[in-house]
């Protein structure tokens, strides 16, 4: 079974740019969760959607950062304008969905971003 | 709010056992996890545990909680030197809510 993809692996652009990134979550996961790991602290979660629906955004900042997941499967996750205080690895995550108990999340291997 | 405390660095000689210790906040929390984070790696699930249980046994790993306490352990046994990374603590609240990580501890083994 394939894992959590992520693209790209590596991104350095200045302040005051934009920048995407993508995920594809494990085939027919319904749950997909963006998460930001600042060097030295554990991930923290952006946003959770299920499906194509947003379940919890409250730690996005909405200002500058946005993500969408059009057709419930792959998403992107864009900053606009990057801060220096943006450069972390984002984590992608997916679980099944289902709500019926426990829900593992598997992780991508993450974008490294550098904001100079 | 939720937290979730660990501390940063573990340092144990080869073959001993090594023990990761982990506070939280939430008493509403339904699973807490232990995830692996090697460098430059995403994050691997270890093991996790249900809050009505107490133990847990995964081969080398074994997972206590004291709900009461609220306090979460994760004991490698043997640990050996492919062991050595950082180790997530996190608690979810239930279904398919997102994690509260710790801020990670980072084993480091000596030979």
């Known amino acids: 079974e394939a894992g959590v993809a992520q693209s790209p692996r590596y991104k350095i652009i200045e302040k005051r740019q934009s920048v995407a990134f993508w995920c594809n979550p494990i085939?027919?996961?319904?749950?997909l969760y963006w998460y930001q790991q600042i060097l030295g602290q554990g991930p923290k979660l952006l946003i959770q959607?299920?499906?194509?629906?947003?379940?919890?955004d409250s730690q996005l900042p909405k200002d500058r950062f946005s993500a969408e997941r059009l057709k419930g499967v792959d998403s992107t996750l864009k900053i606009q304008p990057a801060k220096l205080e943006d450069s972390a690895v984002y984590l992608c995550?997916?679980?099944?969905?289902?709500?019926?108990?426990?829900?593992?999340?598997?992780f991508g291997p993450g974008t490294r971003l550098l904001v100079l | 709010g939720e937290d979730v405390e660990q501390s940063l660095f573990l340092s144990v000689r080869e073959g001993d056992s090594s023990v990761i210790n982990c506070t939280y906040t939430d008493s509403s929390s339904t699973y807490l996890y232990w995830y692996k984070q090697e460098p430059g790696a995403g994050l691997q699930l270890l093991t996790y545990i249900f809050s009505n249980m107490d133990m847990k046994q995964d081969q080398r790993l074994t997972v206590l909680l004291n709900k009461k306490d609220k306090h979460l352990s994760l004991r490698i046994a043997d640990t050996q030197t492919g062991d050595s990374a950082i180790y997530f603590c996190a608690e979810e609240e239930g279904g398919a809510d997102g994690l509260t990580f710790g801020k990670g501890t980072h084993l480091i083994i000596q030979p």
């Open positions: 085939s027919g996961h319904a749950t």
């Open positions: 995550a997916s679980s099944l969905g289902f709500s019926m108990g426990k829900e593992t999340q598997y």
């Open positions: 959607f299920q499906n194509n629906g947003v379940v919890d």
